[in-house]
């Protein structure tokens, strides 16, 4: 354990995309730090039941106005807002469609999660962390739709930094590297495509969810009271290589 148990206690966190991969480790990281999370997202798929009973599960739909607005208004005090819902559909998203999807969900979902539940931190004088990604950096020719997204988070999260100061809401993102979920599984299982990542990637290993959820709970501590707008990559050196 690299942090108090009771680091949290007391604290309501939210956390979109909190039922499966990178969000569902950063739920079960606040609640073991003693927070009652708020998982919210899709249905759990082939997960093991949660060990903590502080976690309770929401299915909610970023992309609708109303569920998100009924969403908040359910919700009392608000701590933490952790935005990790996303989705990647590469080749597809150079169909419009498909692309104004991605950004829907990545980008216009977490800017409707974080002015709907600003009141709530700002009563709390809460914090919010942004999930953005290397390529909030540079390009995915692959990915036009993600690509944008996550550069728009990078912005965003620079934008709400400024504007809720006032409300004494801090605001910052991590920028995930390579991770190992199931969503890099058939990236990891070939060679030739794993190889040139290992040999980029100066810790050369695959990061873990663990490892970006321990960066999100740093950013939600009041070790980082006095940091807003940062995008924190984590990524095991490989954007200085």
Not at 50 to 62: C, F, G, Q, S
Not at 92 to 121: H, Q, T, W, Y
Not at 214 to 239: E, H, K, N, Q
């Amino acid at each position: 354990m690299s942090f108090k148990t009771d680091l949290f206690a007391g604290k309501i966190a939210v956390v979109t995309g909190g039922t499966q991969g990178i969000g569902r480790a950063i739920a079960a990281e606040l609640a073991g730090l003693g927070a009652q999370v708020y998982a919210a997202g899709l249905p759990a798929t082939g997960e093991e039941a949660w060990r903590h009973a502080t976690v309770k599960e929401v299915i909610l739909d970023v992309t609708s106005d109303e569920d998100v607005r009924a969403f908040a208004q359910s919700l009392g005090n608000v701590d933490i807002l952790v935005n990790c819902a996303g989705i990647i559909a590469r080749v597809e998203e150079f169909k419009l469609p498909v692309f104004e999807r991605v950004i829907d969900v990545n980008l216009v979902g977490s800017m409707r999660l974080c002015e709907a539940l600003r009141p709530a931190l700002a009563q709390s004088g809460g914090c919010i962390v942004n999930m953005a990604s290397m390529l909030s950096f540079f390009g995915g020719g692959l990915v036009p739709g993600y690509s944008a997204s996550k550069g728009g988070i990078a912005q965003l999260t620079k934008s709400l930094a400024i504007a809720y100061a006032a409300d004494s809401i801090r605001v910052n993102a991590v920028a995930p590297g390579w991770i190992a979920t199931p969503l890099t599984e058939a990236l990891q299982n070939d060679e030739s495509r794993a190889r040139p990542i290992l040999d980029r990637t100066p810790l050369k290993r695959w990061g873990t969810p663990q490892d970006v959820a321990r960066a999100v709970v740093f950013l939600c501590s009041d070790a980082s009271s006095f940091m807003t707008g940062v995008i924190m990559p984590v990524d095991g050196g490989y954007m200085v290589t």
